[in-house]
Structure formats: structure tokens, C-alpha cells
């Protein structure tokens, strides 16, 4: 007599290679820590200052800026002038202030601390 083995059909095969990958898909993203731009960023500024021995205030403050804004909405929300703003960051006149900061902070390599402290600068002369 001859042994015959448990063997799968094509469309078996198919089925449970799909199965592993996508347990092998769930299980890197589940294991992979939390990632927000380079930084994991706390939930809530009073966690940020936690974390950062920061005062609320400036935690609050880095909650309001984020890197998808441009340099006019966050000359706006710190009510300081977007001119004043460009200069004490040693930008361009030319630079747009329509752009992603992210745009701008990687072509002219400045930060969101730059920015943070920059606006917190004009802030404080007016």
C-alpha cells in the first residue's frame, strides 16, 4: 500500500498563505510603537509638560502649532505680525507663507522649537 500525504489544492494554498500574511501584517502594526512625524507627542499638553519638565503654557503652545499649518496661520493664531515672524527665523522675504511649515522647515532645515521659540521672541518685544 502506498501512503498518500495530506495534500492541499491550489486554492487551499492560497487561502492559508493569505492567513499568515495578514497575521504577520496585524502583528508588525500592532508591535510597532507610536509614530507621529519623528516624535511621539503626548495626548494632552498638561502630559506634555509631564513629560518635558515644560510649563503648561508652552506645551499648550506646541499643541497649537503643527506642521501642516503655514507661517501665516501660525503668525495668526500667535497674533504677531507673519513679517516679524519670517525675519526672526532668518528666512527669506521670499519665503511663501502659504506653504506647509514642513515644507518650508525642511528646505530652510529650522524646526518646530525654531518656530515655537521664534513666535514666543516677537510675542514678548511687542
Known sequence: MSEQGFRLGSWQAFVV???FVIAG????????PEHDGGSARPETPAAAAAISDDSIEAAAERELIR????LAEVSFRGGVPVERLITE?????TVSRTDPLRMVMREHHITLENVFEARR???QRQ
Open 25 to 32: 501584517i496585524v502583528f508588525i502594526i500592532r508591535s510597532a
Open 89 to 93: 527665523l532668518r528666512l527669506p522675504p
Open 67 to 70: 506642521a501642516t499649518m503655514s
Open 17 to 19: 498563505v493569505c492567513v
Open 121 to 123: 521672541r516677537v510675542q
